[in-house]
């Protein structure tokens, strides 16, 4: 597991994660930057797994390609708005969700945002216990089928809760 502090759209990963909406518009945030630097290509994928499925349930994400991005991949990951309830909980599943998709395609590594930390409202210091709780349990685990696991965080605030929560855990 790795922390940086970065533009998740400039990583040269396998797969970058997408903080997505139920509806997979990209607007603002993450969503907005990836859909900038990538091209229309991947709204217009979106548009056509949304036909196919239906909206994403929060804790369930959707795979699309990357268009003009490094990734391959694009893993658009819907966590909860902040007051929806159980928000920990439905963190975590965005997380395994995003880790299931990218064992499917042979992803190898992998960068996630600070999933609803930003638009949705969710404290920081929440979206980092769930997701940094969930990536040490399925490290643990011992599947690992994907090696490498970065946590992409924007500003100082984000990438410092994350630090002091990865050292909470050891
Ligand atoms: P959500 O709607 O799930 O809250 P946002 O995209 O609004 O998602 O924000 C999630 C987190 O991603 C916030 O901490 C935000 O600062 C951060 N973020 C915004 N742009 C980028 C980027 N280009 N790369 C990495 N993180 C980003």
């Known amino acids: 597991m790795e922390l940086m502090k970065c533009d998740i759209t400039e990583l040269d990963v396998d797969a970058i994660v997408n903080a997505a909406n139920r509806m997979l518009q ?3 945030g ?3 930057a990836i859909r900038r630097r990538a091209g229309e ?3 217009r994928e979106c548009d056509e797994w949304l036909r196919r ?3 994403v349930p ?3 994400a959707a795979i699309t390609g990357a268009g003009r ?3 391959r ?5 819907v966590g909860p708005v902040w007051g929806d309830g159980d928000e920990e909980r439905k963190l975590r599943d965005a997380f395994n969700s995003s880790i299931r998709l990218a064992e499917e395609h042979g992803v190898r590594s992998i960068a996630f945002p600070a999933i609803s930390a930003g638009i949705f409202g969710v404290p920081r ?3 980092a216990r769930a997701l940094l709780g969930a990536a040490a349990d399925y490290i643990r685990s011992g599947r690992c089928a994907v090696p490498r696991i970065i946590f992409c965080l924007y500003d100082d605030e984000t990438y410092r809760a994350f630090s002091e929560e990865l050292g909470r855990l050891g």
Request: no cysteine; proline share 4%; aromatic share 4%.
């Open 26 to 28: 990209m607007g603002g």
């Open 30 to 32: 993450v969503a907005g």
């Open 41 to 43: 290509e991947v709204q």
């Open 53 to 55: 499925n239906g909206p």
């Open 58 to 60: 929060v804790g369930g």
């Open 69 to 71: 991005l490094r990734a």
């Open 73 to 77: 991949y694009v893993i658009h990951a």
């Open 125 to 127: 210091e929440v979206s």
